[in-house]
């Protein structure tokens, strides 16, 4: 490819959905852009360049976009973001909102639901606390293929290995051919849509909880600031935004701040005494080794 079209891939790429392309991503750009090239009946990526150059290409790029984001995601991710849910916001927001009884959670990063999913089976397993509230789940991502797996539920059986603990599998999920598929009734609690991290925010009202995870480490650090701007104009003043494990705040934002004791949870600056307020910490779950159960150790 030549330089001035690797220069506009780069370009487009950041101004549409805030990829940051460093240093020298060639191989990167050609292993994901030549089936793109091919379905689209170009040669090559130059080719590919020139047509997508063109001002009435907007599916094209679309297309491009797409290609090139990374969707690696499982269920239970990293495992304590969905402890510290568990321990911590959880009872924190149950109590801040028992008169309205109502919650919004966001996944702004969803991927192919792993994320959002895990989230709606955990609060199947606290339905006895939830009777009578009205419990919202968005997930969202820039992809529309990852969302459209998402909505179909749909995973093999490598992917329902990857941090899904066995109970939940017996419990949540039913066989279908080679695959698995989520029930019904957790489906309907995730609502997919695409949305772009980098459009306005304002119509998606206010969140109790974000998780924002392993989509900023994609961005530079003015596309990193300028999405927690957002975020933190999307958080109720007393929510909670959670970043994925290799994600800091240090040097990014300071309109969060970490909350003690919880790695990867943040407050709005200023709300720390109320998430330190929280309940005591309890016991941390843990996957048991083999049967993958969530058992409190
Ligand atoms: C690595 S996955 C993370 C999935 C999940 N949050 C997790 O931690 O397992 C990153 C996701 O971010 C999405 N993404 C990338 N840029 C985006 C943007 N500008 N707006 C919304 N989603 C974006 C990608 O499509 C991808 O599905």
Redesign the pocket.
């Known amino acids: 490819m030549t330089p001035g079209g690797y220069e506009y891939l780069r370009g487009m790429l950041h101004e549409?959905?805030?990829?940051a392309l460093t240093g020298d991503k060639q191989y990167l750009i050609e292993s994901r852009l030549i089936p793109v090239a091919r379905r689209h009946g170009h040669a090559g990526l130059d080719e590919l360049v020139r047509a997508a150059r063109n001002p009435g290409s907007e599916a094209l790029r679309a297309d491009i976009v797409?290609a090139m984001?990374?969707?690696?995601?499982?269920f239970f991710?990293?495992k304590t973001p969905f402890e510290h849910f568990d321990n911590l916001i959880l009872p924190a927001l149950l109590k801040a909102r028992s008169n309205r009884r109502r919650l919004r959670i966001w996944?702004?990063?969803?991927?192919?639901g792993?994320?959002p999913y895990s989230l709606a089976m955990m609060l199947d397993q606290n339905a006895h606390k939830l009777a009578g509230w009205n419990i919202e789940i968005l997930a969202?991502?820039?992809?529309i293929e990852?969302l459209e797996k998402a909505k179909a539920g749909l995973y093999t059986q490598f992917e329902v290995q990857r941090g899904l603990p066995i109970n939940y599998l017996m419990k949540y999920f039913k066989q279908v051919g080679d695959m698995w598929q989520i029930a019904p009734t957790i489906r309907q609690k995730v609502k997919f849509a695409p949305?772009?991290?980098?459009?306005d925010y304002a119509a998606l009202g206010s969140f109790d909880v974000v998780?924002?995870?392993?989509?900023l480490i994609?961005?530079d650090t003015e596309t990193k600031r300028d999405v927690l701007a957002r975020m933190a104009g999307s958080l109720a003043p007393d929510g909670y935004l959670l970043l994925?494990a290799a994600e800091t705040m240090l040097g990014v934002s300071e309109r969060f701040e970490g909350v003690a004791g919880y790695r990867g949870v943040h407050a709005l600056k200023g709300q720390g005494d109320q998430a330190a307020a929280a309940p005591a910490r309890q016991q941390p779950f843990q996957a048991e080794a083999g049967a993958g159960r969530l058992r409190a150790v």
């Open positions: 549409k959905s805030g990829l797409e984001t990374t969707n690696e995601t499982f991710r990293d996944c702004a990063a969803a991927s192919t792993q994320e969202t991502d820039i992809s990852v949305f772009n991290l980098l459009a998780f924002c995870r392993n989509v994609y961005f994925g």
